[in-house]
Nanobody, 124 residues
Framework: QVQLVESGGGLVQPGGSLRLSCAAS????????VGWFRQAPGKDREGVSY????????RYTDSAKGRFTISYDNAKNTVYLQMNRLEPEDTAVYFC?????????????????WGQGIQVTVSS
């Protein structure tokens, strides 16, 4: 069983940065794929960024490319999402999710472990 806990969210001004953490317990994430998703009020959940920890391959959705960076620290069993140049449109609850996989996984319904979510608000 994998437990995921997000942290690092909060209120930031447009153009600012945040680093979200997804700390895992229960098993090492070395052979897991992890994804970051977000859901804004009144909108569907959407993918943001994905990583396969076994080979460090990453993938980003268009909204995240060039601004966000996903990474894995195996010593801390934690996946990070560094978010730069944040925009009001990035305001959402952010979730991390994990699934045992050797490759990047983008479909949310393929993930079987989810964190509780954390609020990110971008506003002046």
């Amino acid at each position: 069983q994998v437990q995921l806990v997000e942290s690092g969210g909060g209120l930031v001004q447009p153009g600012g940065s945040l680093r979200l953490s997804c700390a895992a317990s229960g098993v090492p994430l070395d052979y897991y794929a992890v994804g970051w998703f977000r859901q804004a009020p009144g909108k569907d959940r959407e993918g943001v960024s994905y990583i396969s920890n076994s080979d460090s391959r990453t993938r980003y959705t268009d909204s995240a490319k060039g601004r966000f960076t996903i990474s894995y620290d195996n010593a801390k069993n934690t996946v990070y999402l560094q978010m730069n140049r944040l925009e009001p449109e990035d305001t959402a609850v952010y979730f991390c999710a994990a699934v045992l996989s050797w490759t990047v996984v983008t479909a949310p319904n393929e993930y079987n472990y989810w964190g509780q979510g954390i609020q990110v608000t971008v506003s002046s």
